[in-house]
């Protein structure tokens, strides 16, 4: 087994069809076949059921899926990492960050590493905290920008200063006084956050989303009041919603730049920190 023999193996995959996957890769469609029976031989199980329309995965090739798809990701990071080493600022950073931090990272700090290198190119990654740390445990992504609470096993971390949660309130559901709001004040209304703030809160959310922006566009829409980190309102339209602070510290949160303890940085990765670190 080998990488190309996984790489054709992830476009049938995710084709369903050999003969799309032959256009996907630029090659006929009789060595992918061929390619195909070898790595089901080397196996020796089945890897995909063939149909008049196409293939589907077997349950050996559903997993053999996942693992390919992971394995060529390390292969790509792992020759980027190794071509990078003594060059400098040049190749590619693979950055993954969390949705819950999108109104401070990606930021424009890093728009100074095109202007420093030309050659530099950025990958942008996008997932939960639990994946961004993945990619970033795993050597897929080198720097990784996620919001607490989190396990810091293995990594070495820059926070950025602590923010409050703000209620994004329907005019008519608003609570409070003029710029703060008690949790206890929102007892008597539906309320509307990400699961993590959900599990912070103790108490069953009208709306669970998976998204700081979809919590403030259901708020916006009147569905109960949003519960977000205060940098999310730099990407969020909030409409004609009352923004206030919850004033309890216990739902406060950070974000924080992260990468892995045992892994010298490339040269282009020290820069990017040290620019995100700037904005934290």
Not at 41 to 69: F, N, Y
Request: glycine letters at 6%; charged letters at 25%.
């Amino acid at each position: 087994m080998n990488l190309k023999q996984l790489e054709y193996f992830v476009a049938i995959a995710e084709e369903g069809q050999i003969t799309a996957a032959a256009r996907r890769l630029h090659i006929s469609q009789p060595p992918l076949s061929y390619e195909l029976r070898e790595l089901e031989r080397e196996l020796d199980t089945q890897l995909v059921r063939r149909g008049p329309r196409g293939v589907t995965l077997t349950e050996a090739g559903r997993l053999l899926h996942e693992r390919a798809t992971r394995i060529l990701a390390m292969a790509t990071a792992t020759a980027r990492e190794v071509s990078s080493v003594g060059k400098g600022l040049t190749g590619t950073l693979c950055l993954a960050v969390c949705d819950s931090v999108a109104g401070l990272a990606p930021s424009a700090r890093l728009a100074e590493l095109a202007q420093l290198a030309p050659d530099v190119s950025l990958e942008l990654r996008e997932g939960s905290v639990p994946e961004v740390l993945e990619l970033v445990t795993s050597g897929i992504a080198e720097v990784g920008v996620v919001r607490t609470p989190f396990s810091t096993q293995g990594l070495r971390t820059r926070y950025a200063p602590t923010e409050p949660l703000v209620a994004v309130m329907p005019p008519a559901l608003e609570r409070g006084d003029e710029l703060t709001v008690l949790l206890a004040q929102l007892e008597d209304v539906p309320i509307v956050c990400d699961a993590r703030t959900a599990h912070a809160l103790g108490r069953a959310p009208f709306c669970v989303t998976e998204d700081a922006r979809t919590t403030c566009s259901c708020a916006a829409a009147g569905l109960g009041v949003g519960l977000a980190p205060r940098s999310m309102l730099a990407v969020c339209d909030t409409g004609p919603c009352f923004i206030k602070t919850l004033t309890e510290k216990d739902l406060e949160s950070r974000a924080a730049v992260v990468w892995k303890a045992d892994r010298a940085l490339s040269p282009l990765a020290e820069r990017a920190v040290a620019l995100l670190g700037e904005l934290c």
